[in-house]
């Protein structure tokens, strides 16, 4: 029976991860509809406020912040598109900006959250629920770690630049609470909806990309 439970666990274990991510993602958002602040967004801001934000950080975590912006995301995938030979990689590439892109529109046009209230580092517009660039950033980034995963057969190399990539990811998103706006649910809000998107969309594009 154990042996059984594991079987499954592990051939069905990207939709377990989707499954989880949804719900913690639903969960969040629907107390985002009650306009409920959590209390993890006000002690991590304290945090940061206190222990964190500087003057010498501030310039750095501005850069970092741009690497999950539109502009510069929109211009790589261009880029790439043109680099890489193989053309279907390069559709991929530019059509999952694009739906993430899609995604964050719509679930900001529902959620309707106000953006944090108080200090900023940057000026921005908009809605606040999921992060923009949290799901940006982990949208490409994450699917440049799928390429890496499938095409890269030096095991350290492969995963040096996984774990580059997430890290990556998780700065980005932090970058943005620490500039004052996003709540820290944003970010971890549009990480969990975008993982799941992202398992839907390189399960569904799989065949595309990779049969010759």
Known sequence: M????????????KWIILFICLICFLGIAEDVLEDEIFNIDTSFHTFLAEHVISDTLTPIVKIITNLGGAT?????SIIL???????????????????????????????HRPRPIGYRLIEETGYSFPSGHSMASMA?????????????????LKWSLILLLCILIIVIGLSRVYLGVHYLSDVIGGFLVTVSYLIT??????????EK
């Open 2 to 13: 154990k042996q059984e439970i594991k079987k499954f666990i592990i051939k069905n274990l």
């Open 72 to 76: 510069f995301l929109i211009v790589l």
């Open 81 to 111: 598109f043109i680099v890489i030979k193989n053309k279907k990689i390069g559709i991929a590439i530019v059509g999952n900006l694009g739906i993430s892109s899609l995604l964050n529109y719509i679930l900001k046009g529902i959620l």
């Open 140 to 156: 490409f980034y994450g699917f440049v770690i799928y390429l890496v995963y499938k095409y890269v057969k030096n095991k350290y």
């Open 201 to 210: 969309y390189t399960h569904l594009i799989s065949e595309f990309v990779f």
